[in-house]
């Protein structure tokens, strides 16, 4: 005589994986919303679609990252396209989009660069958030600018009034126009320690090693993004970097070093000093001012 038939109640109930992401997953598996799982937990399901379950169950009980796994991550309120290309947003990120919006408080179409955009997660909420703002991204990822791209045109209004993003190929400043100014320069860097033993953990290990890592001491990044920042800095325009919890300290270092004032570290959900940014007060060039 045959088993009972397989039921989202009983798969559910006899997975190993955390309440939340096996909902997520067979959600994903069966193409139904979190409702449906619910309204229809006990309706029997197909081999086809028990299958494609098991597959995905066993992915995640492998390490996979839920994110990749179904192929989106929510970030400020947007969902992301997600691949193994790129860095999975994280919600500590968002407090470097919240910081860069204040920076452009009192802006007109405030001119913003995010540099090493990988989803296009922190760009494209800024542009979504400000729709003047004339926002620019470089990745030099080939893949990951493809994601970023599609991200772009899939979140964004065609006839906002900043204009679509600025998607540009290339290692951090080299691809700009040497014209450009900004107002605001915002970046989630490489700051992981080359032999930091996170990297070997985690979701860490199905990312794109080279959006993690500099393979050196993880300031690497951290240190070119501030010392070529003044140069495409408008006067007054401000810099903010993400970086790791124990960095904070060696980024205002870096950042005061090399001319920012009001240098500050601002601290995410958890108590740690998440991000580091400042203003650069003076125009990069004696003489006539920054173009814009």
Do not use: C, K
Not at 16 to 21: C, F, G, R, T
Not at 104 to 118: E, K, S
Not at 240 to 248: I, K, M, P, V
Request: avoid cysteine; proline fraction near 7%.
């Amino acid at each position: 005589m045959a088993g009972a038939p397989d039921t989202v109640a009983t798969l559910l109930r006899a997975s190993a994986l955390p309440a939340l992401e096996a909902r997520m997953l067979l959600g994903h598996a069966l193409g139904w919303r979190r409702t449906e799982l619910i309204t229809r937990a006990h309706a029997p399901l197909d081999a086809a679609q028990v299958a494609r379950w098991r597959e995905l169950e066993a992915r995640r009980g492998a390490g996979e990252p839920v994110a990749q796994l179904v192929g989106t991550r929510e970030f400020y309120g947007l969902e992301f396209e997600v691949t193994p290309d790129v860095l999975i947003p994280r919600p500590e990120t968002e407090l470097l989009v919240e910081t860069a919006l204040g920076a452009m408080a009192g802006r007109a179409q405030p001119r913003v660069l995010d540099l090493g955009t990988g989803t296009g997660a922190i760009a494209v909420a800024l542009a979504s958030a400000r729709p003047d703002a004339q926002v620019w991204a470089v990745e030099r990822s080939a893949a990951a600018l493809q994601v970023a791209t599609r991200n772009a045109a899939r979140l964004l209004e065609a006839n906002r009034p900043g204009g679509p993003l600025s998607l540009l190929h290339g290692d951090w400043y080299a691809p700009l126009a040497p014209a450009l100014r900004f107002d605001v320069i915002v970046s989630n860097p490489p700051y992981i320690a080359g032999r930091d033993p996170h990297l070997g953990q985690g979701d860490l290990r199905f990312e794109p090693r080279a959006a993690l890592t500099d393979e050196a001491d993880g300031l690497s990044a951290l240190r070119a993004i501030v010392t070529g920042a003044p140069a495409w800095l408008a006067a007054g325009g401000t810099l903010w970097l993400e970086h790791g919890y124990d960095q904070a300290a060696d980024v205002r270092a870096l950042l005061t070093a090399r001319g920012f004032r009001a240098v500050r570290s601002e601290r995410d959900l958890a108590g740690i000093e998440r991000i580091s940014g400042g203003q650069f007060a003076e125009p990069p060039h004696t003489g006539a001012a920054s173009p814009r």
